[in-house]
């Protein structure tokens, strides 16, 4: 049973457009979100979260929205660069101290 | 220090063997996460502590699996005759609280051949 879902395994992106990355949830008792990135033999790189009390969250080129309804959240970079290429990684949480349930990854190319 | 620090990165053991994996988070976070990824990224939750307590331990194979978080040590995981499907890179993340996120270590590579 997988509780988060990326449903698109890769993205490729000209450099200075947006990225952007989806990710569905089932849980609806998640009320914390994350996104992380990850390059190839490091651990996964907090990027920017979000509570279920908010619907957006900025932090530089990133943001991320949440839709509680349609228990879906996405990723959105802009302008992307050519150092963004990565795995992406959502997941959640129920409560403080809580474990993250990992969706799949999306693996993004930003073309130079 | 300001990461968390694993070790080693890499380890080999036969099958049958002992592998022990060593975590030290963050100095003033109270939670630790083990996590397992295998194939195609998926990442499996171990087992949690808050402090040298076992917080949640729901995804721990418990026959061969065991985890510790004692004061001033790292923690660590320690699995009793490995296996072939153990073969994975084991991570580690402190967290003060989760709404200062999650930090991972850059992991353990074990191959059981």
């Known amino acids: 049973d997988q509780q988060v879902k990326q449903n698109s395994p890769s993205l490729s992106v000209q450099e200075g457009r947006i990225s952007i990355l989806n990710c569905d949830y089932t849980?609806?008792?998640?009320?914390?979100f994350l996104w992380y990135k990850k390059y190839p033999a490091e651990g996964p790189t907090f990027l920017i979260s979000?509570?279920?009390?908010?619907d957006k969250n900025e932090d530089g080129r990133f943001t991320v929205f949440l839709n509680k309804s349609a228990k879906h959240l996405s990723l959105h970079i802009v302008p992307s660069q050519p150092g963004d290429s990565a795995v992406y990684f959502c997941?959640?949480?129920?409560?403080?101290?809580?474990?993250?349930?990992f969706g799949g990854g999306t693996r993004v190319l930003v073309k130079p | 220090g300001e990461e968390v620090a694993q070790t080693p990165k890499h380890l080999v053991r036969g099958e049958g063997q002992k592998a022990k994996l060593y975590c030290a988070p963050i100095?003033?976070?109270?939670?630790v996460f083990w996590y397992q990824q295998v194939l195609k990224n998926e990442f499996k939750f171990l087992i949690s502590?808050?402090?040298?307590?076992?917080?949640?331990e729901t995804g721990m194979p418990k026959e061969r699996f065991s985890a510790k978080c004692l004061p001033n040590s790292p923690c660590s995981l320690e699995i009793q005759a490995t296996k072939l499907e153990d073969s994975a890179v084991y991570f580690c993340?402190?967290?003060?609280?989760?709404?200062?996120?999650?930090?991972f270590g850059s992991g353990t590579r074990l191959t059981v051949v």
């Open positions: 993340a402190s967290s003060q609280s989760r709404d200062y996120g999650y930090t």
């Open positions: 849980n609806s008792m998640f009320d914390y």
């Open positions: 979000i509570s279920s009390i908010k």
């Open positions: 997941a959640a949480s129920r409560a403080a101290g809580n474990k993250l349930t």
């Open positions: 100095k003033g976070h109270s939670y």
């Open positions: 502590f808050q402090n040298e307590n076992v917080f949640d």
